[in-house]
């Protein structure tokens, strides 16, 4: 069966330095879909990066980068020079078919 | 551009009594559908998805149902409400199939009391 884990429930980091938020996935599946998304304290779900199974590079937008192992079946979470405006609950995402399974989220905080 | 509103916004419910949370999705034909729910301090789980009218997959077996009467409305439901249905829900859609992330409504939280 699908699985998506997220073994660390908070983290915190101090301002403008880097955080790694794991992720790790099972499937059997050869081709999915992974995603990193961001709900601060409002609710909403900001879509942060997206990395496909067959891609040859790790996937990266802006501040953010996900650092793919796939023999590892490992989608972390890299955020750069953090802020302050990073502290939110984000969650790991995998497709499976033709839907999204998550995480139970990691809570990062981050200290001036 | 899509849109995507849910409603209401909040909602304080007793036991025993109906719900009914309304999501629609503009810009758009033929989105896949999604509900999601978060409890407290929790992960989403999710609850229903469709990927066309009429067509409502259930995750989950639980209290609440589903269902798509137009191709952007997806309404969540139920007949009486537990403690247990308490909880932020979320609408998402989306259009690729292969590759396209899930865009969020503004979510619902929902009390029962």
């Known amino acids: 069966a699908q699985k998506i884990t997220q073994t660390q429930p908070g983290m915190f980091v101090q301002e403008k330095e880097a955080v790694t938020l794991d992720c790790t996935y099972d499937?059997?599946?050869?081709?999915?879909?992974l995603f990193w998304y961001k709900q601060p304290s409002s609710g909403e779900m900001i879509f942060l990066i997206y990395q496909g199974s067959y891609d040859q590079q790790n996937a990266t937008e802006g501040r953010y980068s996900l650092n793919f192992q796939k023999a590892r079946k490992s989608a972390n979470l890299v955020i750069s020079a953090s802020q302050l405006g990073d502290s939110a609950m984000y969650f790991c995402?995998?497709?499976?078919?033709?839907?999204?399974?998550f995480g139970t989220g990691t809570r990062l905080q981050v200290f001036p | 551009s899509q849109t995507i509103h849910q409603w209401p916004a909040t909602l304080v419910q007793p036991v025993g009594s109906p719900l009914s949370l309304e999501c629609t999705v503009e810009?758009?034909?033929?989105?896949?559908l999604y509900w999601y729910r978060q409890a407290a301090g929790r992960g989403l789980q999710l609850l229903f998805y469709s990927v066309g009218i009429g067509q409502i997959s259930s995750e989950v077996p639980q209290n609440l149902s589903a269902s798509r009467p137009q191709d952007r409305q997806f309404i969540l439901s139920s007949k009486k409400l537990l403690l247990s249905d308490s909880g932020f829900y979320l609408c998402?859609?989306?259009?690729?199939?292969?590759?396209?992330?899930?865009?969020f409504g503004e979510g619902s939280r929902l009390t029962v009391l």
């Open positions: 998402a859609w989306r259009q690729d199939f292969f590759t396209g992330e899930l865009f």
């Open positions: 499937t059997s599946d050869p081709s999915y879909g």
């Open positions: 995402a995998m497709r499976n078919t033709d839907k999204l399974i």
């Open positions: 810009g758009t034909s033929n989105p896949n």
